[in-house]
């Protein structure tokens, strides 16, 4: 990754500039909390993965949910990139950020009617297919729009992605996908769904896998089943890979595994594959791209612990509360202090607003900023407004310039859709 972060580490890890732009000076133009995103950092994974790929017909599809942002996905889509989605709002903000629909696919184990629907009147590649019950769902819709769905089966492989349980999808008691059994009774039965079309596979074993071997081992399976699909004369068009890549959250101890490693199993198992090859990494394309920027409100000093208490808090970052996530937390521009033991905490009223425990970091003053790193994925995307805060601003930062690509929520909007009881009705 190219340094867009110009830091001293040998000043506690202290990170003053960002992509080219000051950060003391941002925050003095755009008040924290908010987000910040290097989108050099992100044009270069991008880049970085598809010379992985080159010789392949192979298509990246952004995982939209890592980060949703319209401005995000315009760098998507302008960078060549897709979008794999799983909810009518996603696809309605990829139509409308510019995204061609014949870069998206739609993933999703509960697609509604309407979602279907709205998915092929937009013309989108394929749906990713996770029931028998989604498929006669699915021919039916397609038959009132008298067309035909183009379908990725989705296959749960049973394989164990060693990561948090709460984001592991590939095991067999996950609710995604289906087995390879149930998936060959569905290929037999294809002329029952005359207004469907199985020509793919996909598979999604799970987020943050640091490690090649989970890959090899579910796309192995899929492979096999690939292959005896096309002896028994049924070629597909495409095998869609899924996401999971893992990012680094803590440094010197989160190894992500290399492009080249990644893309070598992917070649290795589906070598002889005719179709397209499509992947759907997230988190991989914008974690390490994005910081959350906080301020100090103070340092409580408590009987036991000491508090370091920042105007982010878990409604805004919710990963450390969700899944006990790491993130490696830096002053901006204090890094030469004496370091001191915090707990990292947020103001909201639960003891679960805590960003870090017994973390060491040089020593931290009210008012003094601090950032939040890695924190580009499902960050933003997974905020809210509890205890009505409102969602911050996100900042895209490009080689010295920056663009604010969302403003602070304000207040009254958070209560636009809010209704006072004056208008009784009976149902
Ligand atoms: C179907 C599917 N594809 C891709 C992804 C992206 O995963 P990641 O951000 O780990 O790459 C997810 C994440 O939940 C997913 O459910």
Known sequence: MINVVDGSPAAGGAVSVFDGVDLERLT????????????????ERISGLQHALHGLDALICYAVKANSNLAI?????????????????????CLNAGMPPERIVFSGVGKTAEEMAAALRAGILHLNVESFEELELLQQVAQAQDTVAHVAVRINPDVDAHTHEKISTGKAENKFGVSIDEARRWFAQQAAFPQVRLDGLHVHIGSQI???EPFRQALQRVAAFWRELAVGGHALGSIDVGGGLGVCYRAGHDHPVAPADYVGAIREALAGFNGQILLEPGRYLVAEAGVLLTRVIRVKHGDERRFLVLDAAMNDLIRPSMYDAWH????????????VTYDIVGPVCETGDTFARGRELP???????????SAGAYGSSMASTYNSRPLTAEVLLDRGRYAIIRRRQRLESMVTDELAADHWQTA
């Open 328 to 339: 490696d937390i830096v002053p901006v521009s204090h890094g030469d202090r004496a370091p």
């Open 363 to 373: 020593e931290c003053r009210a008012g003094e900023l601090v950032m939040i790193k």
């Open 210 to 212: 640091l490690s090649v």
């Open 28 to 43: 003095q133009q755009v008040p924290t909390p908010f987000y910040a995103y290097s989108a050099s950092a992100i044009r």
């Open 73 to 93: 996905l315009q760098l998507m889509r302008d960078a060549g990139v897709g979008a794999d989605t799983v909810s009518g709002g996603e696809l309605w903000r």
